[in-house]
């Protein structure tokens, strides 16, 4: 098979990039990275040195592309289906991009922060960066639930990367700072984005894996 995608079910970037290629129904050959198993480290390495996950392996273009926003870019571009994840007019895929990193940066950096603090040996804890990190949150959750009075999709009508983005960091950020209570329209949001076919399936990939979540 030409695409190979090397990831983990319960990484959230690499979900990021699950919904995507279900999304569009898109033919890949999985590859699980274990970084405790050696040989699977190990290859993993080889094919990416800096060795973070996903990657995308594309071997009819003899191709590696790392990064999950330019693999989902990347498929729309060799691999289109029938949801174009990035629109055509030049205006709405700058919003959308930029929705993206909104995502990425502001939702799924602190919340990825406040768990790597969790997993930290006793004693080297880093009170003061989970308290901005939950700042940053607080502030994210807000701004969302503003965009999203108005809007079925981070983008209005219609799926797209951005939604890739937000369905993930969420989903994990909601256990850790939960929002269901204080912010209506994101919850209703959120909501929606489980039961997209697309998000519920990487959801249910990861469930074996979700006892190693410090949530």
Known sequence: MSLKFFFHPLASYCQKVLI?????????????VDFS??????AFRKLWPIAK????RDEARDRTIPESSIIIEYLGQHYPGPTPLIPADAELALQTRLRDRFYDLYVHDPM??????????????????VEAAKAQLRMSYGMIDEEMAARIWAMGDAFTLADCAAGPPLFFANKLMPFGDSHPNLAGYFERLT??????????EAEPYMKFFPG
Not at 37 to 42: D, F, G, H, R
Not at 112 to 129: E, M, S, T, Y
Request: glycine letters at 8%.
């Open 20 to 32: 995507a290629l279900y999304e569009n129904g898109t033919h890949f050959e999985p590859h699980v």
């Open 37 to 42: 198993n050696e040989a699977s480290a190990a």
């Open 53 to 56: 996950m996903p990657v995308l």
């Open 112 to 129: 990825q922060r406040i768990v790597g603090d969790r997993l930290r040996p006793a004693g080297k804890n880093d009170p003061h960066g």
């Open 195 to 204: 039961q997209r076919p697309s998000f519920a399936r990487s959801l249910v």
